[in-house]
């Protein structure tokens, strides 16, 4: 299916911190095992991070309640403080690519894009474009179904990573 039909979702924040360390809280394991959660209470975990053009990534996310999901995450652009570009996955602890638990329809490949804005010295502006990436007619729909819900899992993680950043 084209792309040409989809429109992203978007999220846009601001956050009282410089360009390059909001950058680096999303490309830096020191920063990201801090906030890349939903919610306080859980942990983070990289098992592997080559956060590089190519390059790709396994962490887990472990909830309150113990249940632990497992992400991976393959990068095709890192431009530093500008532009960050990643496919996110679903998967088992291996990283192994695997259907969403939950949403079996859901999209396998789900492209972030996410461009950071220097509005002043410690201000920057983040907008974070997420859309499946060739979905099927189903992924497309299980996508569409669900766009209400789309900031709550990724605008929460905003809401850990502004936590974090007023933090340090």
Known sequence: ??????????????????RQLVFDAWTKVKHLN?????????????????????GSSLHKVT?????????????????SPE????????????????????MPDWPKDMLATLLFEELSDDTTKLTFLWEP????TAELAAFEASRADHAKGWGAGMEQLRNYLESI
């Open 1 to 18: 299916m084209s792309t040409d039909t989809i429109t992203p979702s978007e999220i846009t924040r601001e956050f009282n911190a410089p």
């Open 34 to 54: 801090n906030w890349m959660f939903p919610m306080p209470g859980c942990r983070c975990e990289f098992v592997s991070a080559d956060i590089s053009n190519g």
């Open 63 to 79: 909830m309150p309640n113990g249940h632990q999901m497992w992400l991976f995450t393959k990068y095709e652009e890192v431009t």
């Open 83 to 102: 532009k960050l570009v990643f496919l996110q996955y679903f998967s088992n602890e291996a990283g192994d690519i695997v259907p969403m638990p939950h």
């Open 133 to 136: 990436r060739d979905p099927s």
